[in-house]
């Protein structure tokens, strides 16, 4: 079974704060993704990669940065937490390529006060 | 302007009954389709897809329907099951153009028993 972790379940930081949200997965896959999920807005995707060290923004990058030093881990930076950051975080992985489903984490309830 | 949406907040269905969630599409480009389902504390989990070169496919108690014409998918589930009751995301993908998903806003299913 394909297996992604999150480094958190639940996270409550501060306005201005600098937080890391990390994600590993025991697959090998070489697509990794972070969204956030929102009430009636579904997931959205933050950014994505599809190697290590390679990175492409998805539809809601601002605020965030990412960073993947390892093929296994995937890491979700904000570098100045705002309170309209609160949010469910989700990672995700798939294979390579096109056509494959993604395989989720658990999920990081994270909020900002 | 979201590309794939989910008219319908919420559904309730008595078990045993037949569920239909339903999904609408405005990328023509869109060539893979899934559905994922998600308990609440829980990251998605997928549940059944379809290619565009097909208009029906069937896994145990779910069939999805492909529309292409009118740009619209639908999730069978028969019977409706307690269970079943959980948030369903519709997702769609051009398949090579990587992995990208791009996600509906969500319905969330009741079921009672």
């Known amino acids: 079974d394909v297996k992604v972790t999150q480094s958190s379940r639940y996270l409550v930081k501060r306005t201005g704060e600098k937080v890391f949200l990390e994600c590993v997965q025991d697959?090998?896959?070489?697509?990794m993704f972070w969204y956030r999920q929102d009430p009636g807005l579904g997931l959205r995707l933050i950014y994505f990669s599809y190697d290590v060290k390679m990175k492409e923004k998805g539809d809601i990058p601002e605020g965030y940065s990412v960073s993947r030093e390892k093929k296994e881990r995937f890491s979700l930076i904000l570098e100045s937490a705002s309170t309209n950051q609160t949010s469910m975080y989700l990672c995700?992985?798939?294979?390579?390529?096109?056509?494959?489903?993604?395989?989720f984490g658990p999920g990081t309830r994270l909020t900002v006060t | 302007d979201q590309q794939v949406k989910q008219n319908s907040p919420s559904l309730s269905v008595q078990e045993g009954r037949i569920s239909i969630l339903n999904c609408d599409y405005t990328?023509?480009?869109?060539?893979?389709f899934l559905w994922y389902k998600k308990y609440p504390a829980e990251g998605p989990t997928f549940l059944i897809s379809?290619?565009?070169?097909?208009d029906k496919n069937e896994d145990g108690r779910f069939t999805v329907f492909l529309n292409k014409s009118a740009k619209h998918l639908s999730l069978h589930i028969v019977p409706s099951q307690p269970g079943d009751s959980a948030v369903y995301f519709c997702a769609a993908s051009v398949r090579n153009a990587g992995n990208m998903l791009t996600f509906g806003g969500g319905t969330r299913l009741m079921v009672k028993p």
């Open positions: 379809i290619s565009s070169i097909k």
């Open positions: 995700a992985s798939s294979l390579g390529g096109g056509g494959y489903e993604q395989y």
């Open positions: 990328n023509s480009m869109f060539d893979y």
């Open positions: 697959m090998d896959h070489e697509n």
